[in-house]
């Protein structure tokens, strides 16, 4: 890719790791709560579990080289489609679960859970390999090495993960109050057995009062 490209590439990165969103939430609660010193496990586990996700789209997406250009357009104009509904969705929906709880629930009690926690929480949901998986075909060339591509972009998501998540954890206090704020102004629809148990309670109640 050209340096051009490069750049687009790690600045859209760099703007879906700042969003607020679990892992977000987790590790900037990690440094507020249990202090600074674990900065550094809650840290390195999100970026290598951003990495892993990462690794593991760049599988499929390997395999575009092989196929004809007109169907990689395809798939690159899907990409795009989807990269903007995943960003509508990112502000649709509530960036994160008990953003606003004070107590300390979180799962990492040593300095392995944190990293295990932050880890798991970056690799093992498809929030980030869903957007991997869009985003990297839209810098796949027949003409060049995938495996020296997607091998430079690991590192280059890496270091980007790294400062993002970092920055997120020493101004935890910014970074809490925004997911809050977002978390805040977004209302879950009730499931449909909620309005199914609340109109039976309510029709139980009108035919008892006319009894």
Known sequence: MSGQAWLIFCAACAVVF??????????????????????????????LGIVTAMTI?????????????????IVQWAGLGWLMLFLLWTFATPAAQAANADNDNLPGKSWSGIFRDCYAMAALRPR??????????QFVSASGN???TFATAQAAI??????????????????????RRMSGNKKIR???????????????????IAA
């Open 18 to 47: 700042a969003l607020p969103s679990p892992l977000v939430f987790s590790v900037a609660s990690y440094a507020g709560i249990r202090g600074r010193k674990t900065v550094f496990a809650s840290v390195s586990g999100g970026a």
């Open 57 to 73: 789209s760049a599988i499929p997406v390997a395999g575009l080289t092989y196929l004809p250009q007109s169907f990689v357009e």
């Open 128 to 137: 980030y390999f869903a957007f991997f998986l869009a985003l990297l075909p």
């Open 146 to 148: 995938a495996i020296e």
């Open 158 to 179: 890496m270091l980007v993960a790294l400062a993002v998540l970092t920055l997120q954890a020493l101004f935890f206090s910014s970074t809490l109050s925004l997911v």
């Open 190 to 208: 009730p499931k449909y057995r909620t309005h199914f148990i609340s109109g039976r309670a309510v029709s139980a109640g009108y035919r008892r």
